[in-house]
């Protein structure tokens, strides 16, 4: 167990013109045992990210500490991590018990006994020992995966590498691995770096959250911080799901208004000027079905996904499209005109040309200062 | 019925549909090509065999492929003449070129598979382009090299020049196979404690095993068989360091040309390599696929 930290950390690929650089000045500290969800689309940085904390990639600039001690110059197995792969990346030719010895044989001094012993308790532990004499093709997606998860908790490292271990795995096995990784890590107690594209494993896995884009931070947090409390709009749409609603406004006294759409001024975004523009961001299951002509705006309703629970509706509203979460399957049906609204406390306000968050909530729900401020409207 | 005919043959009434007609069509022809590319390749080689059990005598006057007086004495006269001796050398040459092929190719493929360096293009089109150099047009040059250097006239000359002039080709194949596999492989190998030359020695070389067989079978068959470079370099040196192919060679002299001697030795010549290839051959059929649809 220990601190990770990252220090003005850049990476970069090439030289001269032709150089990319794939992360950029990205300061972040991990806590000893926390697990930390680095999480963005692709060509983001965070594996670029993770591959340099391994010490796989050489870092451009900065520093990376392990337990207060710097590591840009240690060798991977000089830095007391262990790495999980996508594809695995088990040894072929080698059973699943060999694939959790070779760490040991090559970085320890123990004994062939001793190393045994420790293959024997780790398979037990993930419930692989009826497996540990069979070779990785005879294995199946999830069995694979708990093997590499294995090799990493064999060698008892301060700090866990995961790099998307899930993305190869069907959606009822992504589920229960992340469950198991998350009940394992917990029990471990190790410092985790988990890396990711796929925002349900961040919300549900998470200690923190730490969204990348183009190579650079832009907001770290709790989940439910960056869900609720984003810091700018990439954040607020790349989290959640079905994607956050975005309506372009403009500021007219006290009303944000746009074609077909009229929504009273927050009072947490009473400073922003009149006559400017913004974007308002809404959330799916903000938003409330309401009669005609009675809500912040009235369309017609189009698509519905059915998803038995909860349905998805897209309502057409000038020329914007709202996507909405409703109950059930049948609260509203295609070609229904319905009007919607939603509270205060769930509108988001972004600047239209930074996308930085101009008006956010002051805290989250349940929150006293939350319910105190954030319901009152001007 | 559409698509359906009942067809009356010997008095029995057939039922079969157009689509079974044409597969079976399309199967007889398919079985007809096969048949005729086979006959294309076996025939020389029953032909040879044919050759060497006749007697001399027989080779002009008779065309049938099952000799009426079979005869060994061809295997017993060329295994009299020195034939094994000149195995056994062919044997040596083509063993350690092999090996020295591998040696030197295997870690240069790992190398331009995984590390990018500059002028790495560059190097591989220069290497691609050796290639492209028949290796008769620099049979004399080269000759003139290793007679400056005391390597003609020896076996060790004879094994340096098939390294070289095979190394572009075994290069480029087995650097093909090493990009199929994924590097996660030697991250993971890192992360437990592997420098590169054991990451290559302990996790990469099985996975590329079919790639080394290859490259294997493919540099043992040319070397086994290869003459002008032997030829050149080893001729003035006498029969004792000869070459299979030199050695087959003898039989062809001024005086006269023995065809069942030649074939014979020919027959006794191919045994190796087909013991070599059926040992390898799992390996070698793998790597052909794999370089197939991996690329």
């Not at chain 1, 594809?87 to 070779?102: D, K």
């Not at chain 2, 074939?263 to 290839?277: K, Q």
Request: with cysteine; aromatic share 8%; glycine share 8%.
């Amino acid at each position: 167990m220990a601190r990770l930290e990252l220090n003005d950390l850049r990476k970069t690929f090439g030289r001269g013109e032709d150089s990319v650089e794939a992360v950029s000045d990205l300061s972040l500290s991990v806590s000893d045992g926390e697990l930390l969800v680095l999480v963005g689309p692709s060509g983001c940085g965070k594996s670029t990210t993770l591959n340099c904390i391994a010490g796989l990639d050489s870092v451009t600039d900065g520093t990376i500490r392990i337990g207060g001690d710097p590591v840009n110059e240690r060798r991977p197995e000089e830095r007391d991590i262990a790495m999980v792969f996508q594809n695995y990346a088990l040894y072929p030719h080698m059973t699943a018990a060999e694939n959790l010895e070779f760490g040991l044989k090559m970085t320890t001094g123990l004994t062939a006994a001793e190393r045994r012993e420790r293959v024997e308790s780790t398979a037990e532990l993930l419930d692989i020992d009826r497996l540990l004499d069979q070779k990785p093709k005879s294995l199946s997606g999830g069995q694979k995966q708990r093997v590499a998860l294995g090799r990493a908790i064999i060698r008892d490292p301060s700090v866990f590498l995961m790099d998307e271990p899930l993305s190869n795995l069907d959606a009822s096995l992504r589920s229960t691995m992340r469950t198991e990784i998350q009940q394992l890590q917990e029990d471990l107690d190790v410092t985790t770096v988990y890396v990711t594209h796929d925002q349900t494993e961040a919300m549900t896995m998470a200690d923190r959250i730490a969204v990348m884009r183009g190579g650079t931070l832009q907001q770290v947090g709790e989940p439910l911080e960056c869900y609720y409390r984003p810091q700018n709009r990439f954040v607020a749409e790349f989290i959640g799901e079905p994607a956050m609603n975005m309506v372009q406004v403009t500021r007219r006294g006290d009303r944000f208004v746009a074609d077909g759409f009229e929504y009273p001024v927050p009072k947490r975004a009473d400073h922003l000027s009149s006559g400017n523009s913004f974007t308002l961001g809404i959330r799916p299951g903000a938003i409330d079905v309401v009669e005609p002509q009675t809500g912040a705006a009235t369309g017609t309703v189009g698509v519905v996904e059915p998803l038995g629970e909860t349905s998805h509706a897209h309502v057409d509203i000038a020329d914007t499209t709202l996507t909405i979460t409703t109950d059930g399957p049948g609260t509203v049906e295609r070609g229904d005109v319905v009007g919607v609204d939603f509270p205060p406390q769930r509108v988001h306000v972004f600047d239209v040309d930074t996308g930085v968050a101009v008006a956010r909530r002051d805290g989250l729900p349940g929150d006293p200062v939350e319910s105190n401020l954030n319901t009152q409207v001007d | 019925m559409a698509g359906r005919t009942d067809t009356t043959f010997g008095g029995a009434r057939l039922d079969v549909s157009w689509s079974q007609i044409r597969r079976y069509c399309y199967d007889g022809v398919t079985y007809l090509v096969y048949g005729l590319a086979v006959l294309f390749f076996l025939f020389p080689v029953l032909w040879v065999i044919s050759l060497s059990l006749r007697t001399e005598g027989a080779v002009y006057t008779s065309l049938e492929l099952l000799p009426s007086n079979p005869s060994l004495d061809s295997y017993r006269e060329v295994l009299d003449s020195g034939l094994l001796r000149w195995m056994r050398n062919t044997l040596f040459v083509a063993v350690l070129s092999v090996t020295g092929i591998l040696l030197v190719t295997t870690p240069a493929a790992y190398g331009f598979s995984r590390f990018r360096f500059r002028g790495r293009r560059s190097l591989l089109l220069a290497v691609l382009g050796f290639q492209m150099i028949s290796p008769i047009v620099i049979v004399l040059p080269l000759y003139d090299i290793m007679r400056t250097l005391g390597l003609t006239e020896s076996h060790t000359g004879l094994i340096l020049l098939y390294i070289g002039l095979q190394i572009p080709f075994s290069l480029w194949l087995l650097k093909g196979y090493f990009d199929t596999i994924p590097t996660e492989l030697d991250k993971a190998a890192r992360i437990d404690g592997c420098n590169r030359l054991q990451t290559l020695r302990y996790v990469l070389l099985r996975p590329v095993m079919p790639g080394i067989a290859v490259v294997a079978i493919f540099n043992f068959v040319l070397t086994w068989s290869e003459f002008v470079m032997a030829y050149t370099m080893l001729s003035p040196g006498g029969e004792d360091l000869y070459t299979l192919s030199m050695g087959i060679y003898v039989f062809d002299n001024q005086l006269a040309t023995q065809w069942t001697n030649i074939a014979a030795a020919a027959v006794i010549g191919i045994v190796p390599i087909v013991i070599f290839f059926v040992a390898l051959q799992r390996y070698f059929v793998r790597g052909l696929t794999d370089g197939a649809v991996k690329g």
